[in-house]
């Protein structure tokens, strides 16, 4: 059975979003990057840290 994943957006003047766009893709690599360290490069997989990570900075930024 295949597991079905929900993102839900926040709606944003594009302009800002094209222009912070390659900031938070790095972002989320680096800490994508740092969950498949703390697992010791094992198990897992790449789309499931990507994932984890957009709702990590995300949520983040939804608090700050």
Do not use: H
């Amino acid at each position: 059975m295949s597991k079905i994943v929900s993102i839900k957006t926040r709606v944003c003047d594009k302009s800002e979003t094209r222009a912070l766009a390659p900031v938070r893709q790095r972002e989320i690599a680096a800490l994508a990057y740092r969950f498949w360290l703390d697992r010791g490069f094992q198990n897992g997989s790449p789309q499931e840290d990507w994932l984890r990570a957009q709702r990590a900075i995300r949520n983040a930024r939804l608090r700050a």
